[in-house]
């Protein structure tokens, strides 16, 4: 009963901090359809409902694999894909140091996007696609049971690498695309992009 009720807490912790970045980005997505984006740093609600939840994860975690440890000693030393997820959300707290001192005060500048500075620019897509990419990748870690002692943690971090990689390239798409002051006199593509995006206008702060 002990391990059903972690194991359920751990879900929902999970779900907390990823339905609230996903409402964070959508929220970018939003502003990306205007011209002179300003990026506002999240709320404080947002940044402590992912802190809560980050504390509740290793909580429910590190309780849950001490239950696993007492029934199955060697249960953490043949399991190499936790091995790589418990070092994966070690990654996603430092990067939430990097989030609060490093990108939170950029964002909190109020500057448009086109004139961040290019070192300001890589700090905020590289943490920014870190944070998303391995929140996602720790969830699907969680239910990907047949991972279990099949796979080697070089596998998984390599996995890993490559979904951040990826992320990494969607958000300097977004930046780009968020980055244009004023339409062009011959639309091309960013002008139209920004277009079909403009559904997603409701969503930009009022």
Aim: with cysteine; aromatic share 8%; glycine share 4%.
């Amino acid at each position: 009963m002990s391990l059903t009720l972690l194991a359920f807490l751990h879900l929902i912790a999970t779900c907390a901090a990823i339905g609230t970045i996903v409402l964070t980005d959508l929220r970018l997505v939003a502003r990306a359809v205007g011209y002179r984006v300003v990026i506002p740093r999240p709320e404080r609600l947002e940044t402590r409902i992912v802190s809560v939840a980050l504390i509740v994860l290793y909580l429910t975690g590190g309780a849950l694999i001490a239950l696993h440890l007492q029934e199955t000693p060697d249960y953490l030393t043949h399991n190499p894909k936790l091995q790589a997820k418990i070092a994966l959300v070690v990654l996603l707290t430092l990067n939430a140091l990097v989030l609060h001192w490093g990108v939170f005060p950029i964002l909190g500048r109020a500057r448009p996007l086109a004139h961040w500075k290019r070192r300001d620019w890589l700090v905020v897509a590289a943490s920014v696609s870190l944070s998303n990419s391995v929140w996602f990748y720790c969830a699907f870690l969680g239910v990907a049971r047949a991972w279990n002692g099949t796979v080697s943690i070089e596998f998984a971090l390599l996995v890993a690498l490559a979904a951040w990689l990826v992320t990494f390239v969607l958000v300097n798409a977004l930046l780009v695309l968020a980055s244009r002051d004023e339409p062009t006199a011959r639309r091309d593509w960013i002008d139209s992009v920004k277009a079909s995006l403009s559904d997603f206008s409701e969503l930009r702060d009022r």
